[in-house]
Structures are given as structure tokens and as C-alpha cells.
């Protein structure tokens, strides 16, 4: 299991990507095989989902009321942007584009662990 605390500042290059902090990649499951699902946060910010809680939340999500009308939108909303991102030799990951302009996020960025998932946030 992964898990996150802390918080950091960095920049996002020009391609879009970012590092994920050292002490976070230490923190990262062997499950997770440095494979991460990136997705559209809650408020303005995006979700960085290590790739063996991310199998976790689609189970929770499988379980929801698809005859529910909030729980359509939930599941539309989470996995509408989620795409798939791997670690690259520099430890970093690439934002898609449409994410970082949902967040708003242009060159610095706050990195927040938040449990079993990271943030990213302008």
C-alpha cells in the first residue's frame, strides 16, 4: 500500500512534466511498479493515483448505483480524464494537458501527499 504525506514545491517543464518528490517515491508500493493514473481532482487540483490504489478505486466505483443519477456523474467525472503515466528514468510523470488546464497550472506547482493519493495543485 502507498502512502503520502508532506508537501512540495516544484516546476513543470516544458513538456508538462513533473517530479514526484523523493520522499514520496520511497513511499511509493512495489505494487505500483512506478505505473500512475492521473485524473481530475475534486476541487481545482489533480489526482495522481498509484496504479495499485487506483485498482482500488475502480472496484469502489464498480460497486456504485449506475441507476443512481450522482453516482453517473461521479464515476463520469473521475474517469473521463484518468489516463495512465509512468515514471520516466528522471522520476518524473507527464500531465496531460487537459488536466494542467483544468487546474490552471502553468509552471509551479504544490505537490500535497494526501494518503493514497498525490496532488497536484497550482
Known sequence: MSSFKGSFNYTVDSKGRINIPAK?????????????????GFESCIFVYPHDEW??????????RQTDPQHRFFTRMLLQFATDAELDGQARIVLPKELMQYAKI???VFILGAFDRIEVWN
Open 24 to 40: 514520496m517515491r520511497k513511499n511509493l508500493s512495489p505494487e505500483a511498479n512506478g505505473s500512475f493514473v492521473i485524473t481530475r
Open 55 to 64: 485498482m482500488k478505486r475502480e472496484t469502489e466505483i464498480g460497486k456504485l
Open 106 to 108: 502553468e509552471n509551479d
